[in-house]
DNA sequence: CGCCAGGCTAGCG
DNA sequence: CGCTAGCATGGC
């Protein structure tokens, strides 16, 4: 295993690894803190993942970013979590208003990530009408069926499986994980990307043709196309309009309620300072999800 | 039991 | 175009 840390006391808006990794963006990391965690210790839990043929682990302590893996993944961690990004200019970019100035305070930090565009894609597709737990677990479940296993330390783990071994699922197994109606939409989508037509095709497009043109991909709609502009492709001005971010538009932002998703979508981005609207919406959809007893009443 | 969860597709008008 | 029923599964 090779190892090392990176500061993180001299980025803009510092870095805080665990909103970053619990904020419902990606679903290929796993906590390694055996059910233990608890919120007076929120630093030093490793958090696992395998990316490529790579076995990753990484923790936050004393002002760096610590990491161990099977390979070099200095620059690979730099990219994941975007630690490049001036996180102190992106707040100043955003709405003085009460719910976003909260977030700030709370998650300061935390990060948009930048996961690989297949694993996102289906995490998504998977996440329709579901909670965030099992969304995980269903991830996990996907690697530990089709995934290329990797040995550390005596211990098994999975990657994510690659489109073509996706491909090969049947509609029947892919229940079998728990996918219910979203299995054949994953089967299918694993076989349009095995058969040549890569998510990354979206890149060269400006923001909304980037959009529709994820939309081709079976069990993608909108609202999951954006989140893979948003958490993959780099699109940070994307804003997934999913059910908490409507509950907050209703409650805060009303007039940008124009019926049509692109009609809200383009109102609730100018609202939400344009460039770096993505940022807000992971802000709000993380402290309203985390709010169990916020109220739109006393929200202001 | 009913309701909800980071919605989407197919089939209507 | 816009609108909506139906859809799997598990937790509370």
């Known amino acids: 295993m090779e190892s090392g840390a990176i500061s993180i006391t001299t980025l803009s808006g510092g870095f805080d690894l665990r909103h970053t990794l619990e904020s419902g963006q990606s679903y290929r990391w ?26 990753l682990r990484v923790r936050q302590r004393d002002g760096r970013l610590e990491w ?9 961690l730099q990219k994941m979590f975007r630690l490049n990004d001036d996180l102190e200019a992106i707040y100043a970019s955003l709405p003085n208003d009460s719910v976003i100035q909260r977030s700030i305070a709370q998650y300061r930090g935390m990060r948009i990530v930048q996961d690989p565009p297949f694993p996102c894609l289906i995490s998504f597709i998977c996440s329709a009408q579901m909670r965030v737990e099992r969304i995980h677990q269903m991830q996990s479940a996907l690697a530990d069926a089709y995934g290329d296993p990797i ?3 005596g211990e098994r783990h999975h990657a994510f499986p690659t489109p073509e071994q996706l491909a090969g699922a049947t509609d029947a197994e892919l229940r079998d994980l728990g996918l ?40 993608v709609g909108d609202k999951v196309a954006d989140c893979v502009l948003l958490f993959s492709l780099g699109y940070l001005e994307a804003v997934p309009l999913d059910t908490w971010i409507r509950r907050a538009i209703e409650h805060l932002y009303p007039d940008c309620d124009r019926g049509g998703y692109a009609e809200t979508s383009r109102a609730i981005r100018a609202r939400l300072g344009g460039q770096y609207a993505g940022y807000a919406q992971t802000y709000v959809f993380h402290f309203l999800r985390m709010q169990n007893d916020w109220q739109p009443a006393s929200g202001g």
């Open 30 to 55: 796993r906590r390694r803190d055996d059910g233990m965690y608890t919120e007076s210790a929120p630093s030093g839990v490793w958090y696992e993942t395998v990316t490529g043929d790579a076995y």
């Open 68 to 76: 161990e893996s099977t390979t070099d993944v200095e620059a690979l």
């Open 151 to 153: 040995e550390v330390d």
């Open 180 to 219: 219910g109606y979203r299995a054949p939409y994953v089967a299918k989508t694993a076989r349009m990307v095995a058969d040549g037509l890569d998510p990354r095709g979206a890149l060269d497009r400006s923001y909304e043709a980037a959009r529709e043109f994820l939309t081709q991909y079976v069990g």
